[in-house]
């Protein structure tokens, strides 16, 4: 399904940030530091099984549900 990662990674920042900008940009830039460039996933971009895999492992270590 195309635009999975991008749900994910957005499903993140979203919860973690919980509104706040400041925490946001800071999920983003530990998404970057972890390996995940957030800004080349769009809506329409490909999910290759092993980004997906990886990006999902990211959110269930930082404590984040993706049901």
Do not use: C, F, W
């Amino acid at each position: 399904m195309a635009g999975r990662v991008k749900y994910v990674i957005d499903a993140i920042i979203m919860t973690r940030a919980g509104g706040n900008q400041i925490i946001a940009n800071t999920t983003r830039a530990k998404l970057m530091l972890k390996g995940v460039n957030v800004d080349r996933y769009t809506t329409t971009s490909e999910d290759p099984p092993e980004d997906v895999a990886k990006i999902e492992a990211i959110a269930a270590e930082l404590g984040v549900s993706l049901n």
